[in-house]
């Protein structure tokens, strides 16, 4: 059991959209990613996500609305929920994930990261 410092942990790495697991908890990774500009329309068939801000403001469309989250917000995306996350300026965030998530679910493109790196 050691603690983690999120901000120490963001230190470590500069690249956006590429997740970075930091723990876990029984099967469920708690990753940081730092995001920036479009990421792609995407769903999970069969995982929920929870997206927790910490630094900045951050956009998510669903086909019908956007939602806006800053810092110390969260929103769960039910699994099967089209979604795609944006943001202007760089933001940090938390992603609370089962084991094994990809994070472009079902649609592959450049941004997807297959093995994720422990930091």
């Known amino acids: 059991m050691q603690k983690v410092n999120l901000r120490d942990k963001l230190a470590l790495f500069s690249d956006h959209w590429s997740p970075k697991v930091v723990d876990a908890v029984d099967d469920y990774e708690i990753k940081l990613v730092k995001v920036q500009g479009d990421f792609v329309w995407h769903q999970h068939d069969d995982e929920d996500e929870l997206f927790l801000f910490m630094e900045g403001q951050r956009n998510i469309a669903f086909r019908d609305r956007t939602v806006t989250l800053g810092a110390g917000e969260f929103l769960v995306v039910p ?19 089962r084991r094994g998530v990809v994070n472009t679910g079902d649609a592959a493109s450049d941004l997807t990261v297959r093995e994720l790196e422990r930091i």
């Open 79 to 97: 699994k099967g929920v089209e979604h795609r996350p944006s943001a202007d300026a760089e933001c940090h965030v938390l992603l609370f994930e």
